[in-house]
Antibody
Framework: EVQLVESGGGLVNPGGSLRLSCAASGFAFSNVWMTWARQAPGKGLEWLGRIRSNSYDGMTEYAAPVKGRFTISRDDSKTTLYLQMNSLKTEDTAVYFC???????????WGLGTLVTVSS | QSALTQPASVSGSPGQSITISCAGTSSDVGSYDLVSWYQQYPGKAPKLMVYEVTKRPSGVSDRFSGSKSGNTASLTISGLQAEDEADYYCCSYAGSTTLYVFGPGTKVTV
């Protein structure tokens, strides 16, 4: 059974940093492209970025609102995905989800999410 | 502001069929057969319902079907059931610069 469990969310001041983790199990993590998405309170889904498998090229790509502030990484030995968030803004307040990305460019499995609140 | 446009809400009676539209542009929906749909209950994680416009993952009811015409994709739910009451989001691949765009979501009421 595929499981994705996000952690690391919490309250952070504007301008601060936070690192989220996503522990994966139940599938061959090292072969799978992964993504992060978020959902602000009462709002829709927003794709943030993706990381390709290291066997492909391990490259990352980001959505414009977070490019330069957020960094996605992965540790295949720990089957864990990370999202380093810097220079946080109040508008970054959201539930953050990690997802798998299949070869059909669809997000086929999602974690339950972790809440990040940016506020002073 | 979302790159894709969806109606805010759609409603129907049990047993009826409803269709949710997802309007994009020639840069996303119109250029790629890579539209996917997600179902989300309040406070829960989204679930993939349709990918590549028309395909269903294993385990998804065949009451859910997808289609596309030009720059607009659609999700049809047939034989509407109470359990179908949820939010539905469309998403499209949008090329190597933007990559993925979501619609704002549609609340389905049964």
């Amino acid at each position: 059974e595929v499981q994705l469990v996000e952690s690391g969310g919490g309250l952070v001041n504007p301008g601060g940093s936070l690192r989220l983790s996503c522990a994966a199990s139940g599938f061959a993590f090292s072969n799978v492209w992964m993504t992060w998405a978020r959902q602000a309170p009462g709002k829709g889904l927003e794709w943030l970025g993706r990381i390709r498998s290291n066997s492909y090229d391990g490259m990352t790509e980001y959505a414009a609102p977070v490019k330069g502030r957020f960094t996605i990484s992965r540790d295949d030995s720990k089957t864990t995905l990370y999202l380093q968030m810097n220079s946080l803004k109040t508008e970054d307040t959201a539930v953050y989800f990690c997802t798998t990305l299949n070869q059909k460019n669809a997000f086929d499995f999602w974690g339950l999410g972790t809440l990040v609140t940016v506020s002073s | 502001q979302s790159a894709l446009t969806q109606p805010a809400s759609v409603s129907g009676s049990p047993g009826q069929s409803i269709t949710i539209s997802c309007a994009g542009t020639s840069s996303d929906v119109g250029s790629y057969d890579l539209v996917s749909w997600y179902q989300q209950y309040p406070g829960k994680a989204p679930k993939l319902m349709v990918y590549e416009v028309t395909k269903r993952p294993s385990g998804v009811s065949d009451r859910f079907s997808g289609s596309k015409s030009g720059n607009t994709a659609s999700l049809t739910i047939s034989g509407l059931q109470a359990e179908d009451e949820a939010d539905y989001y469309c998403c499209s691949y949008a090329g190597s610069t933007t990559l993925y765009v979501f619609g704002p979501g549609t609340k389905v009421t049964v």
